[in-house]
């Protein structure tokens, strides 16, 4: 990205594009190598990082907090309703990935096609001034050397150089036009202005911003300890307190407090921070988001309610929230990045809340998170090096669709099969608050129970 002034975008009203939009490889290969050179003297340039830690310092509190309600309403559903519930939700959600796979394919196809016309483009007009300014080199040395031609030829010859001189110069003057544009922009150009839209894309470089991480980890501790305090059926509180006690509920209360708060703030902090950037004229993509109330509310229903699905199924939540995030105009890549974030968060929230529930037993929540923290870097690293090289970005979208549809069969197959070891038996809603017995504490009764939820 140059800092140069962003462009009202007529394509999505209420957004704001870069200068970028329309250029050819040629033109965005040179940019690179301005950029990695320093720049051109007069503009500056920047990257940014696939991770949006503004997006996920708002949404990850406003999900966890679902999946602190999920983890409740879990506790009261039979296993047969929450399990045929997440059925529902994962197939749906498959439905309407795969119908946005399909459509940001057809653009990334188009896009292609245009990058490569764009490109031959350029070739055909470099090799079109390259050959002029030979012809016309030629040209000068022919008539420079013919003393003895007569009038004519070299009236013709002279003609000849002028039209060729023309067409070069209109080459020249297409091929520059943009150069053009930004020189007039420099001289338009508010130092004061142009000095803040470079303090916002430097912030915006950095690859590892150390106090967004810093407030991430600290979500995630806070949240932590608030749990081990509160304690549940599978893990007594540190503290020594149950559900029957009234320290139990307000810990409860505190989770909530705590990661709404946390969203408040820094929603609050998002909004802010657009709105000084469009002052300044800030060069936005046309998928980044612009936040004021209307999106913040709307991100955060829909935030969390994928939380609640998170806590309510056992799963981090990404396969409710990515398809949201891709309906909502962000970035495949950046979306699946910024979600795979949250769900490091959400999931390891999710899984001590399970295990201090009695719900799930901890070497299943070790064991889980080994194979996924290699199947994700695994498949994170070929799909990455997949898209370099053809740019198409819909493939993760498609990857999606089809790991939900996957979770879906899976969902069907285990609900079948415990409702047939059940003798297609349908139990009722589960008491709140169970406080473990004498003879309930033994760990392998306790084991034992976690593991007739999920006997495959």
């Given at each position: 990205?140059?800092?140069?002034?962003?462009?009202?975008?007529?394509?999505?009203?209420?957004?704001?594009?870069?200068?970028?939009?329309?250029?050819?490889?040629?033109?965005?290969?040179?940019?690179?190598?301005?950029y990695l050179s320093g720049g051109d003297g007069k503009r500056k340039f920047y990257t940014r990082p696939v991770i949006d830690y503004d997006m996920a310092l708002f949404l990850a509190?406003?999900?966890?907090?679902?999946?602190?309600?999920?983890?409740?309403?879990q506790r009261l559903f039979p296993d047969w309703l929450f399990v045929s519930f997440a059925a529902i939700v994962l197939a749906l959600t498959s439905y309407k990935t795969f119908?946005?796979?399909?459509?940001?394919?057809?653009?990334?196809?188009?896009?292609?096609?245009?990058?490569?016309?764009?490109?031959?483009?350029?070739?055909?007009?470099?090799?079109?001034?390259?050959?002029?300014?030979?012809?016309?080199?030629?040209?000068k040395t022919g008539n420079d050397s013919g003393i003895n031609g007569n009038c004519s030829e070299t009236g013709t010859n002279g003609v000849t150089s002028a039209i060729k001189t023309i067409e070069l110069s209109s080459i020249v003057k297409d091929c520059?036009?943009?150069?053009?544009?930004?020189?007039?922009?420099?001289?338009?150009?508010?130092?004061?202005?142009?000095?803040?839209?470079?303090?916002?894309?430097?912030?915006?470089?950095?690859?590892?911003?150390?106090?967004?991480?810093?407030?991430?980890?600290?979500?995630?501790?806070?949240?932590?300890?608030?749990?081990?305090?509160?304690?549940?059926?599978?893990?007594?509180?540190?503290?020594?307190?149950?559900?029957?006690?009234?320290?139990?509920?307000?810990?409860?209360?505190?989770?909530?407090?705590?990661?709404?708060?946390?969203?408040?703030?820094?929603?609050?902090?998002?909004?802010?921070?657009?709105?000084?950037?469009?002052?300044?004229?800030?060069?936005?993509?046309?998928?980044?988001v612009l936040w004021d109330a209307k999106k913040m509310l709307s991100y955060s229903?829909?935030?969390?309610?994928?939380?609640?699905?998170?806590?309510?199924?056992?799963?981090?939540?990404?396969?409710?929230?990515?398809?949201?995030?891709?309906?909502?105009?962000?970035?495949?890549?950046?979306?699946?990045?910024?979600?795979?974030?949250?769900?490091l968060l959400t999931?390891?929230?999710?899984?001590?809340?399970?295990?201090?529930?009695?719900?799930?037993?901890?070497?299943?929540?070790?064991y889980f998170f080994a194979i996924c923290l290699v199947g994700a870097y695994i498949g994170k690293t070929r799909i990455d090096s997949y898209i370099k090289r053809t740019g198409m970005a819909s493939i993760l979208i498609g990857c999606l669709a089809a790991i939900i549809g996957l979770a879906t069969v899976g969902c069907l197959v285990i609900l079948f099969l415990n409702l047939d070891n059940s003798g297609w038996c349908l139990d009722g809603f589960k008491p709140f608050c169970v406080v473990k017995k004498e003879q309930d504490a033994c760990p392998t009764r306790l084991l034992s129970e976690a593991k007739d939820m999920f006997p495959y």
């Open positions: 990205m140059r800092d140069t002034k962003g462009e009202p975008s007529e394509e999505h009203p209420g957004t704001i594009r870069s200068y970028e939009k329309n250029k050819g490889p040629v033109a965005i290969e040179a940019d690179r190598a301005a509190p406003t999900e966890m907090a679902g999946a602190v309600l999920g983890v409740i309403i119908g946005k796979f399909k459509s940001s394919y057809k653009k990334d196809k188009e896009k292609r096609e245009t990058m490569l016309r764009l490109s031959l483009a350029e070739s055909q007009r470099d090799s079109s001034i390259q050959k002029d300014t030979e012809h016309e080199a030629n040209t520059e036009t943009d150069h053009s544009n930004m020189e007039s922009d420099d001289a338009e150009e508010d130092p004061i202005e142009l000095e803040k839209r470079r303090h916002f894309l430097q912030d915006d470089s950095r690859q590892y911003p150390k106090e967004k991480i810093a407030y991430l980890i600290l979500l995630w501790v806070g949240l932590t300890v608030i749990t081990f305090l509160k304690g549940g059926k599978g893990v007594d509180s540190v503290i020594g307190i149950t559900c029957e006690d009234a320290a139990y509920y307000a810990l409860v209360a505190a989770q909530f407090l705590w990661t709404l708060g946390f969203a408040t703030v820094f929603g609050i902090k998002n909004m802010k921070r657009t709105q000084a950037k469009m002052a300044v004229n800030y060069p936005f993509l046309e998928t980044d229903f829909f935030t969390f309610f994928a939380g609640i699905i998170a806590g309510l199924i056992g799963i981090g939540g990404g396969m409710v929230l990515g398809p949201l995030m891709l309906v909502m105009g962000v970035h495949p890549s950046v979306s699946t990045a910024t979600t795979a974030s949250m769900v999931s390891s929230s999710v899984a001590v809340m399970f295990v201090m529930s009695g719900l799930v037993p901890w070497e299943y929540a070790v």
